[in-house]
């Protein structure tokens, strides 16, 4: 079943497919009235609609069934340092079928180039992508935080765990699986192409932000990024498997 976007303001009756997605919709996959298809929001609802009429630009639907997913129990936010990179589409539609709960684009010292205030269309897009692809039910929030890495450490408090992608003078603790796939919310921070400067880890290390290592290998800031939500997602996914195992184990003991 196709699957579509609708923003969650418009997750209403009378429900309506507009632009792009209305256009793609009628135009490439030329679908009629009659023809179902599967809706999401972005905020844990979903729906398989319908197709009651179709115009040129917009279509009219009426809801089959209708769902809502409760909030993940855990949530990871990956805080990337800016730069100008054609792979930074690539990474957010991948965090959004790792189901990261944020993406946070923070302005580094070495920054390529200044960090927009404003969240852009396009980066939406592409997480909107991701999410139909994966059937994620959840969009990641995605701000920027042009403040620097001051404005980074002043969030760490609001974290349970929070680490720091860096190799530093001398080895770092490896990411090791006991601090991943925990209840509560978890913070990576990962540098610019650049990297890190020293003031940044001073401040970022000073508001308990612990260093981190990945490794031998120097990897590029968006392998870093993903191998980080790839592997909370998989101790995630594990430790949900092993509770269902249990469950069934109680049911049938």
Known sequence: MRTFFLPPEQWQAPYLLEGQEARHLVKVLRARAGDSLRLLDGRGREGVFRITATEKHRVLLEPVQLSEHAPPSSSTVLALGWGKSVRRGWLLEKAVELEAGGIWLWQADRSQSRVPEDVKDSWESQMIAGAKQSLNPWLPELK??????????????DFDRAFLLWEGQSPSALLAPPSLGQQGR???????????????????TAAGITPV??????????????????????????????????QRCGETA
């Open 213 to 246: 290592s990945l490794g031998r290998r120097i990897l590029r800031w968006e392998t870093a990024a993903l191998l980080c939500l790839g592997l909370d997602w998989w101790h995630r996914e594990l430790h949900t498997a092993m509770q269902s195992a249990e």
């Open 186 to 204: 978890t913070l990576f921070v990962v540098g610019p192409e650049g990297g890190f400067s020293e003031n940044e880890v001073a401040t970022l």
């Open 144 to 157: 920027t935080l042009p403040g620097g890495a001051e404005e980074l450490a002043a969030h760490a408090a």
